[in-house]
């Protein structure tokens, strides 16, 4: 078990640019999710996959978001045409079917300048 | 849609006192989970309450969920150093769904 893997983990983009992040979850979890948590807040849910299939988007994501997990493994989030109010940390999580505890990833920090 | 409110923001306490974070919502909760998250680390796991009434002791962490289920608290015993960090309740706003709240975030002179 080698934990969730985000890459990058910190990421400076100039405003306007497109940016992407990786997620790898723990290996046996068909659960994968994205959080985006700004200081002195809590993680705010983003979007939720079960195996490749994108279940569930927050309406608070606008199109400039898009998520994908193509094989049911690894996840890819895409900002395009980044905006200062992007800046946050980008968590993603994974948890296994038969259980509810989701597990960390360390974050990617987005910086747009 | 659904909310969970967290008190208080802030507790900035002397090592040795109690701690006590509390998580409100005005519907009735599945389940509440908590999560500590130690300054410039994420969010860990530490326990799931399902049953009304509940009481779980984790070592000096103490965790209640309602009767009605509405709301939990975490109860941290004589506090150390070790305890700082911020912690968050978190239910479930639909099947796959986890919302979060603001988080209480601990801070302990040594």
């Known amino acids: 078990d080698t934990g969730v893997s985000q890459d990058p983990r910190h990421k400076i983009t100039k405003r306007g640019q497109n940016v992407t992040f990786r997620c790898d979850p723990i290996s046996e979890h068909n659960r994968l999710y994205w959080y985006r948590q700004t200081l002195g807040q809590g993680p705010e849910f983003l979007t939720y996959?079960?195996?490749?299939?994108?279940?569930?988007k927050s309406r608070l994501l606008s199109d400039r978001f898009s998520a994908e997990r193509p094989k049911g493994s690894f996840s890819t989030l895409e900002i395009q045409r980044t905006e200062q109010g992007d800046s946050a940390m980008y968590l993603c999580a994974s948890s296994s079917g038969s259980s509810n505890i989701q597990y960390f990833g360390a974050g990617t920090r987005l910086s747009v300048l | 849609g659904q909310q969970v409110m967290q008190i208080p923001q802030y507790q900035h306490v002397q090592e040795g006192e109690d701690f006590t974070t509390y998580c409100n919502s005005s519907t009735t909760l599945s389940n509440i989970q908590w999560y500590k998250q130690r300054p410039g680390g994420h969010p860990v796991f530490l326990i799931q309450?399902?049953?009304?009434?509940e009481v779980k002791k984790q070592k000096r962490l103490t965790f209640q969920f309602g009767e009605a289920k509405k709301n939990s608290s975490l109860h941290i015993t004589a506090t150390q150093t070790t305890d700082v960090g911020t912690y968050f309740c978190?239910?479930?706003?639909?099947?796959?769904?986890?919302?979060f709240g603001s988080g209480t975030r601990l801070l302990v002179r040594p």
């Open positions: 309450l399902v049953k009304s009434g």
């Open positions: 996959f079960q195996n490749e299939a994108q279940l569930e």
């Open positions: 978190a239910a479930w706003g639909s099947s796959y769904k986890l919302i």
